[in-house]
């Protein structure tokens, strides 16, 4: 005797389990920190003042801390928000923004030094970081529709 399956889907992706959360985050890691190492790499190649953030170990390290963080609040912001894709439509470019608050900072007490070269590096890694793991997210850790949207 046979017994048949049927699905039905409600507009609603599955919960990511953390096996699928861990993947994301690693891979979201390995992307920006592979980018963010070059980047730093180039910008000091081309000249740019190696100030101690412009730094490829430094830059991978956050890289990975972003990556990870990034897909926690993801999977909160997905399991909790009546509708994940309005509240990340408005989260993730504030969340930039914040990111920005140091480089302001940075360029605030550097700048007649430094120049503003290496600011708008370590600018470039942080919308890097976002563009990357935002389009890995969105991969491997759908957003759920709201019945709204749907």
């Not at 609603?12 to 920006?32: D, H, M, P, Q, S």
């Not at 309005?86 to 007490?109: C, G, K, Q």
């Not at 070269?117 to 890694?125: E, K, Q, T, Y």
């Amino acid at each position: 005797m046979t017994t048949a399956t049927t699905t039905t889907t409600t507009g609603t992706t599955a919960r990511a389990g953390r096996g699928r959360i861990a993947t994301a985050a690693v891979l979201a890691a390995v992307l920006t920190g592979a980018v963010n190492g070059a980047v730093a790499v180039a910008a000091v190649a081309v000249g740019v003042t190696a100030v101690m953030p412009l730094n490829p170990a430094i830059d991978i390290a956050f890289s990975v801390l972003a990556s990870i963080a990034g897909a926690i609040g993801w999977t909160i912001v997905n399991r909790r928000a009546d509708d994940p894709r309005r509240v990340m439509a408005w989260l993730a470019p504030l969340v930039l923004l914040v990111s920005f608050v140091p480089d302001v900072l940075l360029a605030v007490a550097t700048a007649s030094s430094t120049g503003i070269a290496p600011i708008l590096a370590l600018s470039l890694m942080h919308v890097t970081t976002i563009v990357i793991a935002i389009g890995v997210y969105a991969r491997l850790l759908p957003l759920k529709v709201s019945p709204a949207a749907a």
